[in-house]
C-alpha cells in the first residue's frame, strides 16, 4: 500500500513537471543577422524583438516574421536556429529612385492623385503596395470624372540595389453627364431636382462648367442636397436609395438617383418643457413660432431654427448652463414635437490655453473671448469666441477642444490657431465699355502681431487720382475702444471735360467702442482743405465754386449688430447710421448715411443676404453743395455700371446726386468642394438709383440702374482673388456699363 502510493505521488510530481517546463525549449543564446546590406542589424533587432534567452518557439518565429514583413523593407525573410543561434535572413526590397508619371500634364490633377499613394521616392519598393497605388490612381481618377483611364507600370531595375517606378496613364474621355434621371420622383418636376444638385447634364455651350462631368464626391453631396430639400418640403421618411451611373455611349453617362420620398408630414403640437424656476416670458418668442408652424409642413430647417433661438435666449438671459432635447412622436402625418430644455451640471472654466500663434500677440485673440478663465463654462459662447476669432482673419485655421480640468466641476479649453499670411499687395483693374480703372494696394491686417491695421492705397482713373493711408488699433490699450487715425488725397481733374479741377487733402481721427450689448457707438472729427480751379468752359454755376476751402466735420455711427457671427454670417442681422455734421465749413454739408443687411441661410451650405442702403447730402444753409461733396453709388454696390459714370449730368460730364438708394442681394451657390474655406462663388441683384441736384434746370436722371451676375471670392495661395461678371437689367440712356471686374493681389 505504501508503495503504491509512493509510486502515485512520483507521477504527480512528474506531470506538473512538465507543465512548468516545456518538453521541448531552445534558449536563444546568440542573434545574428545574415543578408542585410542597407539596414543595419540593430534596427533588424529592433523592429523583430528578438532578445537573448528567449524561447526558440513556432509562435515567436511567427512574431518576428510577422514585425519585419510590416516594415516593407525585406521581399523574403527566414529564420533557424544552429546550436542555440538565431539566425535571421533577409533579402532587402530595392530602394525607389524615382516615381514618374507619364500622361498627365496638369500639376493641380497630378498632386490630386498622387497626395494618398503608399510608395514615395527614396522609399523601399514593395510588390503589394505597388498594386494598391495603382488601384488608388485609378479610384482618383474614376472620382474625378475619367472612368476610362488606364494605368501601366514600368519597372525599371538599377544599379546599386535601386528601381525607378512609371506610371503610364492614359486618361481618356472625360466621362460626360449625357443625361440626369430621377426614379420614383412624383412630387416635383426633374427640372425643381436638378436645380437642387450640382451635377449638371452635358453641354456644349459649357465649356467652363467642370458640373457637367462625373465625380463621386459631387454625387455624394447632390443626395444630400436631395434629401435636405425633401426634408424641407415635408417628406420626413425621405429615403435616397442610390445612386448610380449607367454608360449610354462611348464618353456618356447617365446618372440615375433612385428617390422614394414615402409620406408628407406636417407639424403638429409644438410644445416646450422648462424647468420650474424658468420665466416663462423669456420664451415667449418660441410659443410665437410654434403657433406660425402648426400645420405647416414638416421642415429639417424650422427646428433648427427652433434650436438657435434657445440659444439666443440662453446668451440673452443669461442661463448659463442649459441644453435643448426634442422629442418626437408620430400620430398618422402629423410631427408633434417638444421641447426640453434642462439644465445641466455647471462646469467652470479653469484654464484656457491657446497655441500655435507664432506671430500674435495672445493679448490679440484674449480681447475676441466671450468666456474667460474662473467663468461658468457655456458651449454657446465658447463658439462664439471660436467665430470672433475666425473673424479677425488671421488665422488659416481654428480649432477648440473641450477637456476635463483638475476638478470634478472644471473644464480646460484649449484654442489652436493656425496663422496665415496677413499682409496684402494688391492690384486691381476694371473694364468696361468706357474707360479703365487702376487700383494699387498694401494692407497689413495685423502689424507687428498686435492686431494693427495699415492700409494705403492708390487709385488711378482717367480723370481721378486718389491715395489714402489708414491705421487701425481694435482694440486700444487692451479695451473694447478701437482708435483710427486716416489721410486722404485726391485729384480730380476735369478741365477738359466740365472746365474744373478739385484738389482736396485731409485726415480724420476717430474711435468706436460698444456702448451697449452688441450696440457701439462711434465718434471721430475729420478736416480738410481743397482748392477748386475752373477754366472758360466751366459753367457759371462752376466758377462760383472757384477758390480755397477749409472744412471741418464730426461724424457719429451707430452700428447695431445681430449677426450669429462675423465670419461666414448665415443668420441675423446688421443696422448702421451715421451724420456728418458740419462744424468749420462755407457750405454746411448734412450727410446721411443708412445701411441694413439681414443674412440668413436658404438651404444648407448657403449663405444668403440682402441689404438696403440710402444717403443723403444737402446744405443746411441752402447753398449749392460743392461738387466734390455730391453722392456717387459705389461700385461693389452697383456691378454692372462704371463707378461715378450714372445719374444727373451737366452737359456731358456726370455730377453726382443728392440722394442715392441701394438694394443688393446675394446668395452662395452651393460648393464644389463642400470642405474648402478659401473660396466663395454666389450669385447678386443689384438695384440703385441717384438723384436729386440743386439746379432743377440739369436732368435728374431718374431712371432705375440693376443688374444681375455671379461673383467669385478665392483666397488663393498667391493672394486674394475676386471676379464680378454682371449683366445690365436696366439703366439710364447715358449710363456707361462695364462688363466685368477683378482684383487680384498677393500675400506677404
Given at each position: 500500500m505504501f508503495?503504491?502510493?509512493?509510486?502515485?505521488l512520483?507521477?504527480n510530481?512528474?506531470?506538473f513537471?512538465?507543465?512548468i517546463?516545456?518538453?521541448?525549449?531552445?534558449?536563444?543564446?546568440?542573434i545574428?543577422?545574415?543578408?542585410?546590406?542597407r539596414?543595419?542589424s540593430?534596427?533588424?533587432k529592433?523592429f523583430?524583438?528578438?532578445?537573448?534567452?528567449?524561447?526558440y518557439?513556432?509562435?515567436?518565429i511567427?512574431?518576428?516574421?510577422?514585425?519585419?514583413?510590416?516594415?516593407?523593407?525585406f521581399?523574403?525573410?527566414?529564420v533557424?536556429?544552429?546550436?542555440?543561434n538565431?539566425?535571421?535572413?533577409v533579402d532587402?526590397?530595392?530602394?525607389?529612385?524615382n516615381?514618374?508619371?507619364?500622361?498627365?500634364?496638369?500639376?493641380?490633377?497630378?498632386?490630386?492623385?498622387?497626395?494618398?499613394?503608399l510608395?514615395?521616392?527614396?522609399?523601399s519598393?514593395?510588390?503589394?503596395?505597388l498594386?494598391?497605388?495603382?488601384?488608388?490612381i485609378?479610384?482618383?481618377l474614376?472620382?474625378l470624372?475619367y472612368?476610362?483611364?488606364?494605368?501601366?507600370?514600368n519597372?525599371?531595375?538599377?544599379?546599386?540595389?535601386?528601381?525607378?517606378?512609371?506610371?503610364?496613364?492614359?486618361?481618356?474621355?472625360?466621362?460626360?453627364?449625357?443625361?440626369?434621371?430621377?426614379?420614383?420622383?412624383?412630387i416635383?418636376k426633374?427640372?425643381?431636382?436638378?436645380?437642387?444638385i450640382?451635377s449638371?447634364?452635358?453641354k456644349?455651350?459649357?465649356f467652363i462648367?467642370?458640373?457637367?462631368?462625373?465625380?463621386?464626391n459631387i454625387?455624394?453631396?447632390d443626395?444630400?442636397?436631395?434629401?435636405?430639400?425633401?426634408?424641407?418640403k415635408g417628406?420626413?421618411d425621405?429615403v435616397?436609395?442610390?445612386s448610380f451611373?449607367?454608360?449610354?455611349?462611348?464618353?456618356?453617362?447617365?446618372?440615375?438617383?433612385?428617390?422614394?420620398?414615402?409620406?408628407?408630414?406636417?407639424?403638429g403640437?409644438l410644445?416646450?418643457?422648462?424647468?420650474?424656476?424658468?420665466?416663462?416670458?423669456?420664451f415667449?418668442?418660441l410659443?410665437?413660432?410654434?403657433?406660425?408652424?402648426?400645420n405647416?409642413?414638416?421642415?429639417?430647417?424650422?427646428v433648427?431654427?427652433?434650436?438657435?433661438?434657445?440659444?439666443?435666449i440662453?446668451?440673452d438671459?443669461?442661463y448659463?448652463?442649459?441644453?435643448?432635447?426634442?422629442?418626437?412622436?408620430?400620430?398618422?402625418?402629423k410631427i408633434?414635437?417638444?421641447?426640453?430644455?434642462e439644465?445641466?451640471?455647471?462646469?467652470?472654466?479653469?484654464k484656457?490655453?491657446?497655441?500655435?500663434?507664432n506671430?500674435?500677440r495672445?493679448?490679440?485673440?484674449?480681447?475676441?473671448?466671450?468666456?474667460?478663465?474662473?467663468?461658468?463654462?457655456?458651449?454657446i459662447?465658447?463658439?462664439k469666441?471660436?467665430?470672433?476669432?475666425?473673424?479677425?482673419?488671421?488665422?488659416?485655421?481654428?480649432?477648440?477642444?473641450?477637456?476635463?480640468?483638475?476638478?470634478?466641476?472644471?473644464?480646460?479649453?484649449n484654442?489652436t490657431?493656425?496663422?496665415?499670411?496677413?499682409?496684402?499687395?494688391m492690384?486691381?483693374?476694371?473694364?468696361?465699355?468706357?474707360?479703365?480703372?487702376i487700383?494699387?494696394?498694401?494692407?497689413?491686417?495685423?502689424?507687428l502681431?498686435?492686431?494693427?491695421?495699415?492700409?494705403?492705397?492708390?487709385?488711378?482713373a482717367?480723370d481721378?487720382?486718389e491715395?489714402?493711408f489708414?491705421?487701425t488699433n481694435?482694440?486700444?490699450?487692451?479695451?473694447?475702444?478701437?482708435?483710427n487715425?486716416?489721410?486722404?488725397?485726391?485729384?480730380?481733374d476735369?478741365?477738359?471735360?466740365?472746365?474744373?479741377?478739385s484738389?482736396?487733402?485731409?485726415g480724420?481721427?476717430?474711435?468706436?467702442?460698444?456702448?451697449?450689448?452688441?450696440?457701439?457707438?462711434?465718434?471721430?472729427?475729420?478736416?480738410?482743405v481743397e482748392?477748386?480751379?475752373?477754366?472758360?468752359?466751366?459753367?457759371?454755376r462752376q466758377?462760383?465754386?472757384?477758390?480755397d476751402?477749409?472744412?471741418?466735420?464730426?461724424?457719429?455711427?451707430?452700428?447695431y449688430?445681430q449677426?450669429?457671427?462675423?465670419f461666414?454670417?448665415s443668420?441675423?442681422?446688421?443696422?448702421?447710421?451715421?451724420?456728418?455734421?458740419?462744424?468749420?465749413?462755407?457750405n454746411?454739408?448734412?450727410?446721411?448715411?443708412?445701411?441694413?443687411?439681414?443674412?440668413?441661410?436658404?438651404?444648407?451650405?448657403?449663405?444668403?443676404?440682402?441689404?438696403?442702403?440710402?444717403s443723403?447730402?444737402?446744405?443746411?444753409t441752402?447753398?449749392?453743395?460743392?461738387?466734390?461733396e455730391?453722392?456717387?453709388?459705389p461700385?461693389?454696390k452697383l456691378r454692372?455700371?462704371?463707378?461715378?459714370?450714372i445719374g444727373p449730368?451737366?452737359?456731358?460730364?456726370y455730377?453726382g446726386?443728392?440722394?442715392?438708394a441701394?438694394?443688393?442681394?446675394s446668395?452662395?451657390?452651393p460648393?464644389?468642394?463642400?470642405?474648402?474655406?478659401?473660396?466663395?462663388?454666389?450669385?447678386?441683384?443689384?438695384?440703385a438709383?441717384?438723384?436729386?441736384?440743386?439746379?432743377?434746370?440739369?436732368?435728374?436722371?431718374?431712371?432705375?440702374?440693376?443688374?444681375f451676375?455671379?461673383?467669385?471670392?478665392?483666397?488663393?495661395?498667391?493672394?486674394?482673388?475676386?471676379?464680378?461678371?454682371?449683366q445690365?437689367l436696366?439703366?439710364?440712356s447715358s449710363?456707361?456699363?462695364?462688363?466685368?471686374?477683378f482684383?487680384?493681389?498677393?500675400?506677404f
Amino acid at each position: 500500500m505504501f508503495k503504491t502510493l509512493k509510486k502515485l505521488l512520483s507521477l504527480n510530481i512528474l506531470f506538473f513537471t512538465f507543465l512548468i517546463f516545456p518538453i521541448y525549449a531552445d534558449i536563444v543564446e546568440k542573434i545574428e543577422i545574415v543578408g542585410n546590406k542597407r539596414i543595419s542589424s540593430e534596427t533588424i533587432k529592433m523592429f523583430s524583438q528578438v532578445k537573448i534567452g528567449m524561447n526558440y518557439e513556432e509562435k515567436e518565429i511567427n512574431n518576428i516574421l510577422k514585425l519585419l514583413y510590416e516594415t516593407n523593407f525585406f521581399r523574403d525573410i527566414k529564420v533557424s536556429l544552429d546550436n542555440k543561434n538565431l539566425i535571421i535572413t533577409v533579402d532587402e526590397n530595392p530602394i525607389i529612385e524615382n516615381i514618374t508619371f507619364n500622361g498627365i500634364k496638369s500639376n493641380t490633377l497630378r498632386g490630386k492623385i498622387t497626395k494618398d499613394l503608399l510608395l514615395k521616392e527614396r522609399s523601399s519598393y514593395n510588390e503589394i503596395l505597388l498594386k494598391k497605388d495603382k488601384n488608388l490612381i485609378l479610384a482618383s481618377l474614376k472620382e474625378l470624372g475619367y472612368h476610362f483611364s488606364e494605368v501601366d507600370i514600368n519597372k525599371i531595375e538599377l544599379d546599386n540595389d535601386k528601381i525607378d517606378i512609371i506610371y503610364n496613364i492614359d486618361l481618356g474621355e472625360k466621362s460626360k453627364i449625357k443625361k440626369i434621371t430621377f426614379i420614383g420622383n412624383k412630387i416635383f418636376k426633374d427640372n425643381k431636382l436638378k436645380s437642387i444638385i450640382i451635377s449638371e447634364e452635358y453641354k456644349f455651350w459649357k465649356f467652363i462648367s467642370g458640373k457637367k462631368y462625373l465625380n463621386e464626391n459631387i454625387i455624394k453631396f447632390d443626395k444630400r442636397l436631395l434629401r435636405n430639400f425633401y426634408l424641407n418640403k415635408g417628406y420626413y421618411d425621405i429615403v435616397i436609395n442610390s445612386s448610380f451611373a449607367k454608360l449610354v455611349d462611348d464618353d456618356g453617362f447617365e446618372l440615375v438617383f433612385n428617390i422614394d420620398p414615402k409620406n408628407k408630414f406636417f407639424f403638429g403640437d409644438l410644445t416646450l418643457d422648462i424647468p420650474l424656476d424658468f420665466d416663462e416670458e423669456n420664451f415667449q418668442r418660441l410659443k410665437e413660432i410654434f403657433l406660425d408652424l402648426k400645420n405647416e409642413p414638416y421642415s429639417i430647417n424650422s427646428v433648427e431654427n427652433i434650436i438657435n433661438e434657445i440659444d439666443k435666449i440662453a446668451i440673452d438671459k443669461q442661463y448659463e448652463s442649459i441644453q435643448a432635447k426634442v422629442s418626437e412622436s408620430i400620430i398618422e402625418n402629423k410631427i408633434n414635437l417638444k421641447f426640453i430644455i434642462e439644465e445641466t451640471e455647471k462646469f467652470f472654466v479653469e484654464k484656457i490655453n491657446i497655441f500655435g500663434n507664432n506671430i500674435t500677440r495672445e493679448s490679440v485673440i484674449r480681447n475676441q473671448f466671450y468666456i474667460d478663465e474662473g467663468d461658468p463654462f457655456n458651449d454657446i459662447l465658447t463658439n462664439k469666441t471660436i467665430n470672433e476669432i475666425k473673424s479677425l482673419n488671421f488665422f488659416s485655421s481654428v480649432e477648440s477642444k473641450i477637456i476635463d480640468g483638475k476638478d470634478n466641476n472644471s473644464k480646460i479649453i484649449n484654442i489652436t490657431v493656425e496663422e496665415k499670411p496677413t499682409g496684402e499687395i494688391m492690384a486691381g483693374a476694371g473694364f468696361g465699355t468706357s474707360g479703365e480703372v487702376i487700383e494699387f494696394g498694401i494692407k497689413e491686417n495685423n502689424y507687428l502681431g498686435k492686431g494693427l491695421s495699415l492700409e494705403t492705397n492708390l487709385s488711378l482713373a482717367t480723370d481721378k487720382v486718389e491715395g489714402m493711408f489708414n491705421l487701425t488699433n481694435p482694440n486700444f490699450n487692451n479695451s473694447d475702444k478701437s482708435i483710427n487715425v486716416g489721410l486722404r488725397a485726391n485729384e480730380l481733374d476735369k478741365l477738359s471735360t466740365f472746365g474744373y479741377k478739385s484738389k482736396k487733402i485731409g485726415g480724420a481721427l476717430g474711435t468706436k467702442f460698444e456702448y451697449l450689448e452688441n450696440f457701439k457707438l462711434g465718434l471721430s472729427v475729420s478736416s480738410f482743405v481743397e482748392n477748386i480751379e475752373t477754366d472758360s468752359t466751366a459753367s457759371a454755376r462752376q466758377k462760383k465754386q472757384k477758390g480755397d476751402y477749409f472744412d471741418i466735420y464730426s461724424k457719429i455711427n451707430f452700428d447695431y449688430d445681430q449677426r450669429n457671427q462675423k465670419f461666414k454670417t448665415s443668420d441675423g442681422f446688421r443696422s448702421y447710421y451715421s451724420v456728418d455734421l458740419p462744424l468749420v465749413s462755407e457750405n454746411n454739408t448734412l450727410t446721411n448715411f443708412y445701411n441694413y443687411k439681414v443674412f440668413s441661410e436658404l438651404y444648407e451650405n448657403n449663405l444668403s443676404s440682402f441689404s438696403l442702403s440710402l444717403s443723403s447730402a444737402n446744405s443746411i444753409t441752402g447753398d449749392d453743395i460743392k461738387l466734390s461733396e455730391r453722392l456717387y453709388v459705389p461700385q461693389r454696390k452697383l456691378r454692372g455700371f462704371v463707378s461715378g459714370k450714372i445719374g444727373p449730368k451737366d452737359g456731358s460730364d456726370y455730377i453726382g446726386g443728392n440722394y442715392y438708394a441701394v438694394m443688393n442681394f446675394s446668395s452662395s451657390l452651393p460648393q464644389i468642394l463642400p470642405n474648402s474655406q478659401n473660396l466663395d462663388i454666389g450669385t447678386f441683384v443689384d438695384i440703385a438709383n441717384l438723384w436729386g441736384v440743386d439746379d432743377s434746370s440739369l436732368d435728374e436722371s431718374s431712371e432705375i440702374r440693376s443688374s444681375f451676375g455671379i461673383g467669385l471670392d478665392w483666397y488663393s495661395p498667391v493672394g486674394p482673388f475676386s471676379f464680378s461678371l454682371a449683366q445690365p437689367l436696366s439703366k439710364g440712356s447715358s449710363d456707361v456699363t462695364e462688363t466685368f471686374r477683378f482684383n487680384l493681389g498677393t500675400t506677404f
